[in-house]
């Protein structure tokens, strides 16, 4: 696992028209800049302070994050499965890296 | 003293330690002032937001933290957004999650704090709900 390993997770059985919960998980240091090496050098603010959500061809969430959300960044939050479309996260973190994750919402 | 007297006065005065001093809610200058600058001077209403967080967080790196509301959603009356607040943190806003109707989480706390989440009507409403959550090891350096 490296940074920006991601992943979106979604229920194994899903209905037309189920509230379903849907997972996303990053692997992303979230460094606040406030701590060091074991040598004493300052370990630099790196983190993902922006998150998107797509729903099809619609945009449906966004997250404003801080370095106070922690390492290895998880949420989850209710979806109404509408339609068969896939679910897209996208995350940038505050040195331009932009990591992708989709799924295929399918009905079963 | 008369036993009974003594039982009624003491209880009140427990009760009045319990009710006021150090343990009020009420927001901090600096916390006082990233709400004004993220929110104006809209009032918040203490009410509809609820949200699970530890009153013990061992580890201040992963205090988990779920959000919602009791208010029930329709096409002209929803939560637009969930904002975390942490007083002591040294980003005193950590998070604001726009477009769901809960959330489950994770944040990061450096010491024992009250956590407000705030939860934004679509109508321009806030509603605030606030805990104080015991921190044991510093999670932000």
New interface residues.
């Given amino acids: 696992m490296a940074t920006g390993d991601a992943r979106v997770l979604l229920p194994p059985s899903i209905k037309n028209g189920d509230v379903i919960y849907v997972r996303a998980i990053i692997e992303h240091p979230m460094d606040?800049?406030?701590?060091?090496t074991a040598e004493g050098q300052p370990i630099p603010a790196f983190f993902i302070n922006d998150v998107s959500?797509a729903y099809g061809d619609q945009?449906?969430?966004?997250?404003?994050?801080?370095?106070?959300?922690?390492?290895d960044?998880?949420?989850?939050?209710?979806l109404k499965a509408t339609r068969e479309a896939p679910v897209t996260v996208t995350w940038k973190d505050n040195k331009g890296g932009v990591y992708h994750q989709t799924v295929d919402l399918r009905f079963s | 003293m008369d036993r009974r007297v003594f039982l009624a006065t003491t209880g009140y005065s427990v009760a009045g330690l319990m009710l006021g001093g150090p343990d009020d809610d009420e927001p901090p200058e600096e916390v006082k002032r990233v709400l004004k600058a993220r929110f104006g001077n809209r009032t918040l209403t203490k009410a509809h937001v609820q949200f699970d967080i530890p009153e013990n967080a061992p580890d201040g790196r992963f205090v988990p933290i779920f959000l919602e509301t009791d208010v029930t959603p329709t096409p002209d009356h929803y939560v637009r957004a969930f904002h975390v607040i942490v007083d002591h943190n040294p980003d005193i806003y950590v998070a604001g999650f726009q477009g769901v109707a809960s959330i489950d989480s994770k944040i990061k706390m450096r010491r024992t704090s009250y956590v407000r989440a705030i939860a934004e009507m679509n109508t321009g409403e806030l509603y605030v709900s606030a805990k104080k959550v015991f921190v044991t090891l510093n999670g932000c350096g």
């Fill in positions: 606040t800049g406030f701590f060091r959500v945009q449906i969430a966004h997250f404003e994050w801080t370095s106070g959300v922690s390492r960044p998880s949420v989850t939050f209710p």
